[in-house]
């Protein structure tokens, strides 16, 4: 609830706002790559070095590429990146890798002129500058999508709880994380372009403009090969389409009996999801024909093997899904790492009825994710900070959040809303440490008491382990 008597930001502190947002994301960065002396690593590398091949070798295969990585240091003081067995091919798909192409093109520039200017910096795509510059541009990508997601929940919530949302989102959710230390992942450009799409589903009549339509399939396809779990976003243009038509078809029948889905649904109804599903799907056949030929069938993919081979049954239990953890448990639990997020979630009912259909259709997107991790056998999502899996949801947790502190009945709301989310951005940030410490483990299995406990000794923990490495 808006509250007249409140005093809302002005333009220029919200600029400001954001610029303190971007400096302290990129000092985070920019520290972490000096000390650690690299930028790419973890799954990053498999993103990565498809596209170093493609361009540098002109093939898929990334053999020579991960045993430059594990065999070679960095300029800056060098590491351990690859302790794993080498692939011959990634089995990520390489939608981020052309993504990010252009800086990695900024990269292979600047490795130009530092040898112009006498530095002896290998021209082989595998050097710090194109590490640099990858990861900037990944980092550049995410922090536009938050500010799509300011403007979307600017549309139905105070200036106020909208960029409290999106400070709540950037710096105590999991994107956090892939926004500034692993920022080579797929999280923070995956989360660009749902933010895109999300933001032209509210925020046009996106069902009268065939243009509109085919950008909605352009930007889903290329999400869709930054990470496959985004075609579930689909959902939403479809529940916006049809939840209206149902709508319909029950008041009509209050008075004619003989009204049915027949009658309303017609070819012109559904051609705009069409249009868009049939883009997006057009859009992925050369990830489809590149796994054809590295596997000898798109079904042989490690993601569908990898379940089986681990002992586990299968790579997917539809079945016994493992919502209860995926959310709430200490191994990677959503709301217990992020519990921001659970007032999200919270904040979106409430305004069911002031929005329905953009509510219903943001549950049930994020409803349709919870249920494809939660099937996965590796549910707690691998080597993980937290609920990494869920960053593309962010536009649905700053809208979500803008709503929760909007409809906040109290004394004081802003002032509690800032302490709320100063004191869960905290809570992040000890995480963060007890991640990076090894105070908890990178994938093995943590319980709640654990790091509760490890909470009030992360900070000294973390010194002494910066200090002694």
């Known amino acids: 609830m808006i509250k007249e008597t409140e005093v809302y930001l002005s333009t220029v502190w ?12 990129l000092a985070i960065f920019c520290l972490n790559f000096i000390l650690v002396g690299f930028g790419v690593y973890g799954d990053g590398i498999g993103y990565y070095t498809p596209l170093r091949s493609l361009i540098f070798d002109g093939d898929l295969r990334i053999a020579n590429e991960y045993e430059y990585l594990s065999h070679s240091a960095s300029n800056f003081g060098g590491g351990v990146r690859v ?7 990634s089995k990520y798909t390489l939608g981020l890798g052309l993504v990010l192409s252009p800086f990695f093109a900024l990269g292979h520039l600047a490795t130009l002129l530092l040898n112009g200017l006498g530095k002896e910096v290998s021209l082989n795509g595998l050097t710090w500058p194109y590490e640099l510059f990858y990861c900037l541009g990944s980092i550049g990508l995410g922090i536009s ?3 799509i997601c300011y403007q979307a929940a600017r549309l139905f919530f105070s200036t106020n709880a909208s960029m409290l949302a999106v400070a709540g989102v950037w710096f105590a959710s999991p994107l956090s994380f892939y926004l500034t230390l692993e920022s080579s992942m797929s999280h923070a450009v995956s989360q660009f372009f749902i933010s895109i799409f999300l933001y032209i589903c509210v925020a046009k009549i996106w069902t009268n403009s065939k243009r509109d339509q085919v950008l909605l399939g352009l930007i889903l396809g290329l999400s869709v090969l930054v990470r496959p779990q985004n075609i579930l976003f689909f959902s939403v243009p479809v529940i916006m389409v049809f939840v209206p038509i149902v709508n319909r078809v029950i008041n009509h029948q209050k008075t004619v009996n003989n009204i049915s889905l027949k009658n309303i649904i017609n070819l012109s109804t559904i051609f705009p999801l069409i249009i868009i599903g049939l883009v997006a799907c057009l859009m992925q056949f050369p990830q489809v ?5 590295q596997y000898g069938s798109f079904f042989n993919i490690p993601y569908l093997e990898e379940g089986a081979a681990g002992g586990h049954g299968g790579s997917f239990n539809w079945i016994e899904p493992q919502i209860f953890n995926v959310l709430f448990s200490g191994h990677r639990g959503l709301f217990f790492w992020h519990p921001i997020l659970f ?3 919270v904040g979106l009912i409430l305004s069911a009825r002031k929005l329905p259909i953009l509510v ?9 994710q919870v249920y494809l991790v939660s099937s996965w056998w590796c549910w707690w999502q691998g080597s993980s900070f937290g609920g990494r899996m869920f960053s593309s949801c962010s536009l649905i947790f700053v809208l979500g ?3 929760f502190w909007d409809n906040l009945n109290l004394k004081r709301s802003q002032i509690i809303g800032i302490i709320v989310t100063l004191g869960l951005i905290g809570w992040n ?4 440490l007890q991640y990076e410490s090894g105070m908890i483990p990178s994938e093995d299995p943590v319980t709640m008491g654990q790091i509760l406990s490890n909470q009030l000794f992360a900070i000294p923990y973390f010194i002494n382990h910066v200090f002694n490495r």
């Open 360 to 368: 219903t259709s943001f549950l049930i997107a994020f409803g349709l």
């Open 83 to 89: 302790d794993k067995e080498i692939p011959q091919y």
């Open 14 to 25: 919200i600029k400001r706002l954001f610029w303190v947002g971007i400096a302290l994301t």
């Open 289 to 293: 024909l590149i796994y054809q030929w």
């Open 401 to 403: 959040l803008a709503s």
């Open 145 to 147: 999508g938050l500010v």
């Open 343 to 345: 007032l999200a979630i």
């Open 429 to 432: 940030g000890l995480l963060v």
